[in-house]
């Protein structure tokens, strides 16, 4: 990755100085800096997630909770990173716990007709 730059801006407001840290990321082969938009830390769909892969979805959350953490630390490439594994993992979890429904479905579906024969 590149090097984080901080600079700090100070606005005036109603007689109070308020200071903000802007946080720029410079990649070695460009002088361009990238900006970031608020990192999403995916927390609702991870917890969802837990009903349908617990496993999996606990991770889901332990990445949602670093986000979070990141993101309130200012670092917001790593919150971003973190966010995404959060919702990737989120999605796996679902995806897993709706395959193993229809499977049991499936499968009990095939036990009922066999009884009945």
Known sequence: ????????????????????????????????????????????????????CFVVGMFAISHSVQAHYYKEAGLLSLADAHGSKAAHLAVVAIIMGLIIIMWVTILRIMLISADSV
């Open 1 to 52: 990755h590149g090097l984080v730059n901080e600079s700090s801006v100070t606005t005036t407001g109603t007689g109070t100085n308020n200071s903000k840290i802007i946080l720029q990321e410079y990649d070695y082969d460009q002088s361009e800096a990238k900006t970031y938009t608020e990192p999403s830390t995916n927390i609702c769909l991870a917890i969802c997630s837990t009903f349908f």
